[in-house]
């Protein structure tokens, strides 16, 4: 059977007509029905999932996978085993701790009533909403929120949030002990690195690692 001759099939089960099929997918007459179950014409795969929902039957049914046209449990399991990029998401609450500057330092907000939902692999702590250009090349835009992994050092290279006089910023971190310095430096060149050595060293703390980001856009 085609996909066209499944839909049909499915569509006389539930008992609808092609007019009434066709408002219910928001499609504006009936020919568009008839034009996909008689002369075979494409739907995209968005489209199979509503047609499959409307008409109470799984999306491998109608594109030919199985025979089988009642909604099974594991019509998930089946579409993951299939393809890699498919898995789902399960959520989880991060505290949102304000703001962090990707600029000049700015003060980071403790808000703890306030939370993010991500997806729970992410291995972080809190996030913190982004705010400035200094970190665009590295994608990470003006409003954005960043998840960050606590920890009190970071390797060289990593982005961190760091802590400069009770002020945050998103930075790149460097670190040299032979020389006791510590280099914090932006992803945009408008942006000047920040340098610290020796006693100025007390005022600085790493809050943690940037491990991910949601982006806005």
């Not at 890699?84 to 700015?106: H, S, T, V």
């Not at 939370?115 to 909403?129: K, S």
């Not at 998103?170 to 050595?197: C, G, H, Q, S, T």
């Amino acid at each position: 059977m085609t996909m066209g001759e499944r839909i049909r099939e499915a569509r006389l089960k539930k008992g609808y007509t092609q007019s009434e099929l066709a408002e219910l997918l928001g499609y504006k007459s009936r020919s568009s029905i008839n034009k996909i179950e008689v002369e075979g014409r494409d739907i995209p795969r968005s489209s199979i999932v509503k047609f499959a929902q409307v008409l109470d039957v799984t999306p491998s049914y109608l594109m030919g996978w199985d025979d089988d046209q009642s909604k099974q449990p594991d019509d998930l399991e089946v579409l993951m085993s299939r393809y890699d990029n498919i898995r789902p998401i399960q959520l989880k609450r991060f505290p949102l701790l304000g703001e962090i500057a990707c600029g000049e330092p700015i003060f980071a907000d403790e808000d703890k009533e306030s939370f993010v939902m991500a997806d729970m692999d992410i291995q972080a702590d809190f996030c913190l909403t982004a705010k400035g250009e200094s970190m665009i090349n590295a994608r990470i835009n003006d409003g954005d929120v960043v998840f960050i992994k606590e920890m009190p050092m970071v390797e060289n290279g990593d982005i961190a949030a760091v802590i400069i006089d009770n002020e945050a910023t998103l930075k790149r971190v460097y670190y040299y002990p032979d020389k006791n310095k510590l280099m914090l430096v932006a992803e945009n060149p408008v942006f000047e690195p920040l340098v610290y050595i020796d006693e100025e060293l007390d005022e600085i703390r790493i809050l943690g690692k940037a491990v991910c980001f949601m982006s806005i856009l």
